[in-house]
T-cell receptor, first 110, second 113 residues
Framework: SQQGEEDPQALSIQEGENATMNCSYK?????LQWYRQNSGRGLVHLIL?????REKHSGRLRVTLDTSKKSSSLLITASRAADTASYFC??????????FGTGTRLQVFP | DVKVTQSSRYLVKRTGEKVFLECVQD?????MFWYRQDPGLGLRLIYF???????EKGDIPEGYSVSREKKERFSLILESASTNQTSMYLC????????????FGSGTRLTVV
């Protein structure tokens, strides 16, 4: 079962611009997480937001969660070429088992 | 540095072979997971385990089995490899109820010919 769906599938921006990725999901969740994957490598955990939180920050990352709309967004501010990667949202339905979306491919041009 | 180690980065096997993918974590995590990743399909859960000798089916367990004899090791077994099992396989571990998310291995890219 695919829980999260990211939008857009691909995003290209210039260095210094902000990148926004969206995630929609289908059922009630305990928390929602965002991960990053560099080409051909494993995923790296970026940030977790609980179902009772609306916004969370970590460095240049800002995550919002709207449980009424079953959606989340990841904002990367002042993007850098090194931010080029795929980004995945994942939802936890209180089982410690994550269901991942299909990802957004971000390309940041120098 | 804590980590999840997958035994092979690239693997080429023949159709019908029995294939073992090994995953070891050094974080004393209770939970371990196997996913496969295919273009356009994202990550799909194959099997997971919440404790030693425990295993649970994920969304796509057909053609796979797992073994968890020790807490730190979770093995994925392809009983009789087929070409449609050509994929990137990702192992992950986590601690229950913690907010640290999963720690992933670097992945094994398996090609079945």
């Amino acid at each position: 079962s695919q829980q999260g769906e990211e939008d857009p599938q691909a995003l290209s921006i210039q260095e210094g611009e902000n990148a926004t990725m969206n995630c929609s999901y289908k059922t009630s969740i305990n928390n929602l997480q965002w991960y990053r994957q560099n080409s051909g490598r494993g995923l790296v955990h970026l940030i977790l937001i609980r179902s009772n939180e609306r916004e969370k920050h970590s460095g240049r990352l800002r995550v919002t969660l709207d449980t009424s709309k079953k959606s989340s967004s990841l904002l990367i501010t002042a993007s850098r070429a090194a931010d080029t990667a795929s980004y995945f949202c994942a939802t936890d339905e209180s089982t410690d088992k994550l269901i991942f979306g299909t990802g957004t491919r971000l390309q940041v041009f120098p | 540095d804590v980590k999840v180690t997958q035994s092979s980065r690239y693997l080429v096997k023949r159709t019908g072979e029995k294939v073992f993918l090994e995953c070891v974590q050094d974080m004393d995590h209770e939970n371990m997971f196997w996913y496969r990743q295919d273009p356009g399909l994202g990550l799909r859960l194959i099997y997971f385990s919440y404790d030693v000798k425990m295993k649970e089916k994920g969304d796509i367990p057909e053609g796979y089995s797992v073994s968890r004899e020790k807490k730190e090791r979770f093995s994925l077994i392809l009983e009789s490899a087929s070409t449609n099992q050509t994929s990137m396989y990702l192992c992950a571990s986590s601690s229950p109820g913690r907010d640290y998310g999963y720690t992933f291995g670097s992945g094994t890219r398996l090609t079945v010919v």
